[in-house]
């Protein structure tokens, strides 16, 4: 049998017909490049969205890199429960790539991309707590005493923005050795128009401070309010009252301990007292005048105490004395350029190591603090406490250290920080994952 050879005529015109082929392919699918005409066409993009995490009212930086100068980019939203993206806001990319977009006040738990043309970067999470604001029952300030018992039961007022009817709120106590848990010792729900009321009575004296944590939901995160801070003692015994000058003082502060033995003239009545989980001593002894009034000598307060009188066959009500920590707090700076760092610093007395200390941010409305950092006493007593801040613009900051069964909690003065924009070329760094810490949020 004789092999077949192809012809170089043959051979030339397959060549051709590959060619051809070729071409036409290579017409149908160009390749993309990023200066073809296409808009966008072969750009990588990267976004980065921080703080991930807001309250309500809030602003966050949306920001990235791509290998496309001088293109403008969009950056697209949906909220949650919406069916799609909508325009978020643009920029123009500077001359290496880099974009920054500050988002309009924030509400609802959000994802975001950004595009130059067909082109997209990956979608990114941003969370937002919703604004809770718990107001004081009437008549009752921060501070002001509170008392135990049914017949002294208060009742607590306020908000959600943005209004979810219908979801469920709980009454929290902080009261762990810490300072940095939550008991669960109320609940209720979102009325129809975003506000809600709570009756308590409190059962146990001591100090107390208090928020409302409004539970998670579709469209935002575990949000809590404003913390309410009260001195809680046993209702009065009209037949031997107990009342303190000054409550609460600081460390190491004084206060007169005094009241009224009704129908008791020059009778000797002994002041006992304990700290949290002692046991109750005498402290020491005075008598009451013709009408039956008396006056401790001043006491020194080192840590909070709980105080009772007895005498003339009686024993007054348990009376709470809060003792605050003393605080001092230094910020870094009060300018801080997008993604740079702002600290306070300062001390504590007395001394708990380890004890949890919070930076807080005001809330937009001006209504109470939440906490946008944790830190932690040092065994000197010193401290400091990080945030990186990202959005342009201005928070009011502070320092508080929670209060605990020794102490009361203590804030430092608010600090009206500014946040300027990095120049054109510069990066933002990305938000490290301590960014975002908050206090546990307890038993909800």
């Known amino acids: 049998m ?142 002001a005493g509170l008392q135990t018992g049914r017949a002294n039961a208060v009742t607590f007022t306020g908000s959600v923005s943005p209004n979810d009817a219908g979801d469920v709120l709980v009454l929290q106590r902080e009261n762990a050795v810490k300072g940095n848990e939550w008991h669960w010792i109320g609940r209720t729900i979102v009325n129809s128009s975003g506000g809600f009321a709570l009756t308590h009575a409190f059962t146990s004296p001591g100090a107390s401070e208090i928020r409302v944590l409004l539970r998670p939901n579709p469209h935002n995160v575990a949000s809590p309010s404003n913390v309410l801070t009260y001195e809680i003692s046993q209702a009065q015994n009209p037949a031997l009252t107990i009342l303190s000058a000054t409550d609460p003082v600081p460390y190491k502060g004084s206060t007169v301990i005094s009241g009224v033995a009704a129908g008791a003239p020059n009778t000797k009545l002994t002041l006992t007292g304990r700290p949290a989980h002692g046991k109750f001593t005498t402290v020491t002894t005075t008598e009451t005048d013709a009408s039956g009034k008396y006056v401790f000598p001043a006491q020194v307060q080192l840590v909070s105490m709980f105080y009772r009188v007895t005498g003339a066959g009686r024993s007054s009500a348990v009376l709470y004395q809060g003792v605050k920590y003393l605080l001092t707090s230094t910020p870094s700076s009060t300018t801080v350029t997008s993604g740079g760092t702002f600290t306070f610093t300062g001390a504590v007395s007395p001394v708990h190591a380890g004890h949890t200390i919070y930076m807080e941010r005001q809330n937009v409305a001006g209504t109470g603090f939440h906490v946008v950092a944790v830190g932690s006493v040092a065994a000197d007593g010193t401290y400091a406490v990080s945030r990186i801040l990202y959005a342009p613009g201005t928070e009011v900051l502070r320092v508080k250290i ?43």
């Open 2 to 143: 004789r092999s077949f050879k192809p012809s170089s005529a043959i051979l030339a015109a397959a060549a051709l017909l590959a060619l051809a082929t070729a071409g036409a392919a290579s017409a149908r699918t160009p390749h993309a490049k990023p200066n073809s005409g296409v808009p966008g066409a072969g750009c990588r993009i990267s976004l980065n969205v921080a703080p991930r995490l807001i309250t309500a009212g809030e602003t966050a930086l949306a920001y990235g890199q791509t290998s496309c100068p001088a293109q403008t980019i969009t950056l697209y939203q949906r909220v949650a429960g919406s069916p799609g993206f909508a325009v978020a806001g643009t920029a123009t990319t500077d001359a290496q790539g880099g974009y920054q977009i500050t988002t309009a006040p924030q509400s609802t738990n959000s994802q975001f991309y950004a595009a130059i043309g067909a082109s997209q970067s990956r979608h990114r999470m941003e969370k937002v707590a919703a604004l809770v604001t718990l107001l004081p029952p009437a008549g009752k300030q921060a501070a």
């Open 402 to 444: 929670p209060g605990d069964p020794e102490n009361g909690g203590t804030a430092g003065e608010p600090v009206t920080v500014t946040v300027t924009p990095l120049p054109s070329g510069a990066k933002v760094p990305p938000e490290p994952q301590s960014n975002t810490s908050s206090p546990p949020e307890g038993k909800v």
